[in-house]
């Protein structure tokens, strides 16, 4: 059975259904739009506060009709510090202006908060500590999805960051006089500048390969998968060659059989993600971007740490992949003989689980016509080269919780370039 054919492609059909689906009442107007309160969006949210501009939750937001005549946006009230509005832009220069977060989850946590149960604080890479508050005070054994939710809803109370959650943006056009209208299943907003903070956890990649849609058995990704218990009595074959591959395959073995496949043979490398790794990744990444062209995953830049966790999996055989298969049967996967190295024309397999990564939630930009010959975008930082009102934190080298963190900055810092706040 094709997995594209229902389950998450299901859920996403539905959720482009309603992501067209927008109210009609009159748009609210501020001077910049954060869509997505991930860690991106979070920090750029705190830097927008610390340059001196006012988030609201849209409540206080002016209608158009109450806007000035010159198309400059009206301030959004401060549920957190004030009780009263003011124009935005009228302290041009001086750090003053309006901002507003969208979420489209029901509660904080980012993407953090769909990963499975049995990834627990002490298996995550690593998560770095969002700006203005240290991460702390966690159970290693607690599931990073708790954990870590908790830690965005306290930093969202610290720094009165008050999210419109559940918010699905639908499209972002150019709506003329230099302002972008931002539409949604809860209204439009007319903004000068958007910082997209989306990530990519609503769009899981599924690659094709002959005879997917004839397997017999069953095939999950990695944005569905909740636990290795799942499959106990099955033979898994896991898909891929990024850390969540290797992870999971070290959790399935412990209860079942599996076999490891990758297109790309692994890089283990013996040494730690740190600070200066985080540089090099986003020198790296960066150098694509700017060229327009689509990002490479972390792994695809750095390889993978050789843990010792990780050099027991090798030593037990988990972590020895296969290449990868030719084609898929209902009963299995079939290699082609001429590869090299060799592998078993036949393998059965119960589960097939891909563990084959995501692309960037950025299709409610596709009005603006962002991407370019590369079939990606062309980024100067953290800014559209073909649009310089849009800021994209989370995509390319700040697709890193460490890389994020300093992409929500640098999108701060030139949205108040562009808009003299």
Known sequence: MDPRATGTADADRRAGRDRGRVTTTPPRRVDVVVVGAGQAG?????????????????????????????????????????GTGAR???????????????????????????????????????????PGMPLEGFDPQEPASAAVGRYFAAYEQR???????????????????????VETDRGRWLTRALVNATGTWQRPFWPSYPGQSGFA?????????????????????????????????????????????????????????DEEWGREVVARVDERTRAGLPPLSVVGVTGLPLTEEY??????????PLPMFARIVP???????????????????DVLLWATGFRAGLDHLAPLRLRGHGGGIVMDG????????VQLVGYGPSASTIGANRAGREAVRNVRRLLAL
Not at 160 to 177: E, F, K, N, T
Not at 245 to 269: E, G, N, S
Not at 382 to 389: C, E, G, K, L, M
């Open 42 to 82: 979070l920090s750029a949210a705190y830097h927008l506060r610390r340059a001196g501009l006012r988030a609201g939750d849209g409540s206080g937001v002016a209608s158009e009709g109450a806007a000035s005549g010159d198309g400059v946006p009206a301030r959004v009230v401060d549920d957190a510090t004030s």
């Open 88 to 130: 935005a832009g009228a302290g041009a220069g001086t750090g003053t202006g309006t901002f507003v977060l969208l979420d489209d989850a029901p509660e904080p946590g980012g993407a953090w908060q769909h990963r499975w149960p049995s990834l627990t604080m002490q298996h995550t890479h690593a998560v770095h500590e969002l």
């Open 159 to 181: 720094f009165a960051l008050p999210v419109v959650r559940p918010v699905r943006v639908g499209a972002v056009r150019d709506a003329g006089q230099g302002l972008l209208s």
């Open 217 to 273: 058995g069953q095939q999950l990704h990695t944005h569905d998968f909740r636990s290795a218990s799942d499959f106990l009595g099955r033979h898994v074959v896991v898909v891929g060659g990024g850390t969540s591959a290797v992870q999971l395959l070290l959790q399935i073995a412990d209860v079942t059989t599996t076999t490891w496949v990758t297109r790309t043979p692994p890089t283990f490398l013996p040494r730690a993600f």
């Open 311 to 320: 050099q027991r999996g090798i030593d037990r055989g988990v972590l020895v």
């Open 331 to 349: 009963d299995g996967v079939r290699w082609d003989p001429r590869d090299v190295p060799p592998a078993p024309e036949h393998l059965r397999a």
């Open 382 to 389: 953290t800014q559209v080269v073909a649009d310089p009102r």
